[in-house]
C-alpha cells in the first residue's frame, strides 16, 4: 500500500481532516494566547489528533486523553506539521 507524502514543513491546523495526527511548530499571537495554549497543554512539540472539525466554528483535538475544544481564532493561530493520514 503507498502512502501519500506528507510535507516536511508547517501547515496551518485548518488544512487537516478528522482522524489526522499532527505536532505542533509554533503557536502564532501574543503572549496571552501563547500562555493561555500552554496551560491547556498546548505547545510546541506537542502530538494530537483532531477529533472534530476544523470548520468555520473551531476544532476538537485530542492531547493524550484530553479533548480540548478550540474556536477558530485558536486553532488559527497553530502551525502544524501532520504526522500520519487518516486512521
Aim: glycine share 12%; aromatic share 2%; net charge positive.
Amino acid at each position: 500500500m503507498k502512502q501519500a507524502l506528507l510535507p516536511q514543513h508547517s501547515i496551518p491546523l485548518q488544512q487537516l481532516t478528522l482522524g489526522h495526527q499532527a505536532t505542533i511548530v509554533r503557536i502564532k499571537g501574543n503572549i496571552n494566547d501563547i500562555q493561555r495554549m500552554n496551560m491547556l497543554g498546548i505547545r510546541k512539540g506537542t502530538q494530537f489528533k483532531i477529533v472534530h472539525g476544523p470548520g468555520h466554528r473551531g476544532a476538537v483535538i485530542q492531547v493524550g486523553g484530553t479533548r480540548i475544544a478550540l474556536g477558530k481564532e485558536m486553532f488559527e493561530q497553530l502551525e502544524i506539521k501532520p504526522l500520519s493520514t487518516h486512521h
